[in-house]
């Protein structure tokens, strides 16, 4: 068959205009095989006569529109995406950051990505892809990982920075994945997941409080409850519009994210009457007794002063976790939120021990014993009476101590990591002195910790396998670029 050149050249035009259809769906998240020929055709009686001409040709036997070809489309683009990418990164040190997650299938998989500067100056983040695992050990999990990056030409030894959670098989200082990334390129910090260390502040003490437990399954049973019976939460929407509120649903709490619990607690509280008078009218219908279990639950006093004490306690706590999911968070302002939360939850335990409960949730502990006692038969009363919890009793009993253990939990938490990733607030036009006369004098311990880590050789074992790896500067030029620098510095924000 002869060549025929004008068709070629016509192919090759349409199937560049359907590459750009397919482009532009994939950058929009949609559905790309089932939108892209009705994109292509929309585009072609929008006046494309290439495009039109080619879908109003039904005697071709191409038409470059069916899913098979959609598909190659999608993966040819996302190799050029990846190639372009990768090249940017060439020789270049990175940050790696790496996190396991189980798919809908329970297939184990871990994600990864990177961070890196480009050619603009400004750091990058790079998703590479995902990872298939066959185990959950720091063992596998390190050979997969150095399988995916070499297969893409990454060179460990340029890792400088490693992200991983704060699980013992990712952050083990001894055979944990971080410490065997760290044997491949011994310059490489680790830094842990702050807002996964904050969220096991939590997860810790509801070991040693069982009203922490408590609380948790009920608020979980609860929403439940409503979840999967549109019957049940019609009637609990009728009711909050009886009260002349607005309808809402309960929130999920979840065990594994404690800061889930601030917004599910105050929902809790802010419908306290109205779930009341549902569960009454739903176990009135139908003598239910999940529901009546529930109803139990939700008017014992000690887990309602709980549910205030967490509302109380959460919203410091809460503010930590927004400026740790900040996509520009400055880790060597991170001592300073954190005292900063501490300071807030000291100054919480210093009003309810002088029962200044204004501008707390807590205030609000009274009132809603009262409205269990109303709800409450008198036999179960009088059976309750001789052993009453008050709203002081359950503070100093229970509220103030687990203030106080939270509060070491977060100072054990962020008082971990190695000891030159403070040395980078350094690098901060905020922490200069105010005066050029204290600049001499300013950061010397961080600019020694610098010259100490960056400028000597490191030899590292591990397993019997020992590396050694040069310097990266000479220590008397570091120490002096970083004298220059932090003047500079100064200059520039005069």
């Not at 005292?339 to 809603?368: A, F, M, P, S």
Request: hydrophobic share 40%.
């Amino acid at each position: 068959m002869a060549f025929d050149e004008q068709e070629y050249k016509r192919n090759r035009t349409v199937v560049k205009k359907i590459f750009q259809c397919v482009d532009f769906l994939v950058r929009q998240k949609w559905a790309v095989t089932e939108n892209t020929e009705k994109l292509a055709r929309f585009v072609a009686s929008m006046g494309d006569s290439d495009l039109k001409a080619h879908c109003d040709n039904t005697s071709s036997k191409t038409s470059y529109l069916s899913s098979h070809s959609v598909t190659q489309m999608v993966q040819c683009i996302s190799d050029f995406h990846e190639r372009e990418l990768l090249s940017q990164m060439k020789d270049k040190e990175i940050s790696l950051l790496a996190d396991e997650s189980t798919d809908i299938a329970n297939r184990s998989q871990l994600c990864v990505m990177t961070r890196c500067g480009n050619s603009d100056g400004d750091v990058a983040t790079i998703f590479l892809g995902f990872v298939n695992l066959t185990k959950g050990t720091a063992e596998a999990i390190m050979e997969a990982i150095k399988s995916f990056l070499q297969a893409r030409d990454i060179d460990l030894a340029k890792i400088r920075f490693i992200a991983l959670d704060g699980c013992n098989t990712m952050s083990g200082e001894h055979k944990g994945l971080q410490r065997r990334i760290r044997h491949e390129s011994p310059f490489a910090l680790f830094v842990n997941c702050r807002n996964h260390r904050l969220a096991l502040c939590l997860v810790h003490l509801i070991k040693r409080y069982p009203v922490l437990q408590e609380i948790d399954s009920t608020l979980l049973a609860l929403w439940k409850l409503f979840e999967f019976s549109p019957q049940k939460l019609a009637v609990f929407k009728h009711i909050q519009s009886v009260y002349g509120k607005e309808p809402l649903t309960i929130l999920r709490a979840a065990t594994t994210r404690w800061l889930s619990h601030l917004h599910a607690s105050s929902r809790f509280i802010s419908r306290y009457n109205c779930i009341l008078d549902t569960l009454d009218a739903l176990y009135e219908d139908k003598k239910d007794p999940e529901v009546y279990g529930i109803r139990a639950s939700i008017t014992k006093k000690s887990l309602l002063a709980g549910i205030l004490l967490l509302c109380d306690i959460l919203k410091p706590v809460h503010m930590l976790s927004l400026y740790l999911q900040h996509e520009d968070i400055n880790f060597t302002m991170l001592p300073i939120h954190v005292k900063e939360t501490i300071d807030l939850l000291h100054l919480l335990v210093e009003n309810y021990q002088r029962n200044q409960l204004q501008d707390t949730e807590y205030q609000k502990c009274g009132d809603l014993f009262s409205e269990v006692d109303d709800r409450t038969n008198l036999a179960r009363r009088m059976r309750a009476g001789a052993h009453e919890l008050t709203p002081e009793s359950f503070l100093e009993q229970t509220g103030i101590p687990l203030i106080y253990d939270l509060i070491q939990e977060i100072e054990d938490a962020f008082c971990t990591g190695s000891s030159v990733l403070p040395s980078f607030g350094i690098l901060d036009p905020h922490n200069l002195p105010d005066t050029v006369q204290e600049l001499s004098d300013y950061n010397q311990e961080s600019i020694n910790r610098f010259v100490e880590s960056y400028g000597t050789a490191k030899d590292d074992t591990f397993q019997g396998q020992r590396v050694q790896v040069r310097a990266q500067f000479e220590p008397v030029a570091l120490r002096a670029e970083l004298e220059n620098f932090k003047r500079h510095l100064s200059m520039l924000s005069l």
